[in-house]
Each structure stands twice: as structure tokens, then as C-alpha cells.
Nanobody, 124 residues
Framework: QVHLVESGGGLVQAGGSLRLSCAMSGRTFSNYPMGWFRQAPGKERGFVACISSNGGSTYYTDSVKGRFTISRDNVKNTVYLQMNNLKPDDTAVYYC?????????????????WGQGIQVTVSS
């Protein structure tokens, strides 16, 4: 049974930073590419970033390029999302996901496992 647990969300002012973490258990973490998605109220869950299993390759949606950085620690079985220069439009519930059928994978149906989500709110 795979478990993904996100942490690090919260309320921040525009221009501020947050770092999300997602810890995985139940499988060999280093075997899996990982992704981050987000869902704002009234919108579909959308792709944010993904990282290859060894961390050597990353991929981002255009709206976060230059502001967000995805990384991973295969010893700690954790993937991170460093979010800088946050904007009110970044407000959403953020989800980590594991085990896509291919890399890079930007669609929700391509991932097998999901965390419960964590709220990020950016005030103007």
C-alpha cells in the first residue's frame, strides 16, 4: 500500500515563499517519477511539475517556470516543491502524485498514487 503525505502548506502574502514536502511509503521511492498538481476552487486539477526517478530531469507548467522548483531526496523518500514569488493565482490545494505511466507525465490519469492534498493560500 502506497502512502503519500504532503506537508508545508499554509497562508502567505504575495511575493512570499513556501516549501511543500511529500513523503512516500510502501514502495521503493527511488523507482518512481513524481509529480505535483494543484486544484483551485471551481477548477480542474492541473499539472504543476514533475521529476524523474533519479532527479536528473524536471518539467514544469509554463505559469510556474522560474518561480517553482521540484526536487527529491531518495534517501528520505521525499519530494519537494519550493515555491517562490507566490501570486494569488497560486492559491489551491496542492497534491503530490507517484508512479506515472511515462515521464514526463502531465495528466492526472497517468499517475497511480495520490496524496490527500494540502492548502496553499496566497493573499494579495
Amino acid at each position: 500500500q502506497v502512502h503519500l503525505v504532503e506537508s508545508g502548506g499554509g497562508l502567505v502574502q504575495a511575493g512570499g515563499s513556501l516549501r511543500l514536502s511529500c513523503a512516500m511509503s510502501g514502495r521503493t521511492f527511488s523507482n518512481y517519477p513524481m509529480g505535483w498538481f494543484r486544484q483551485a476552487p471551481g477548477k480542474e486539477r492541473g499539472f504543476v511539475a514533475c521529476i524523474s526517478s533519479n532527479g536528473g530531469s524536471t518539467y514544469y507548467t509554463d505559469s510556474v517556470k522560474g518561480r517553482f522548483t521540484i526536487s527529491r531526496d531518495n534517501v528520505k523518500n521525499t519530494v519537494y516543491l519550493q515555491m517562490n514569488n507566490l501570486k494569488p493565482d497560486d492559491t489551491a490545494v496542492y497534491y503530490c502524485a507517484a508512479a506515472p505511466t511515462r515521464y514526463p507525465a502531465t495528466q492526472t490519469y497517468e499517475y497511480d498514487y495520490w496524496g490527500q492534498g494540502i492548502q496553499v493560500t496566497v493573499s494579495s
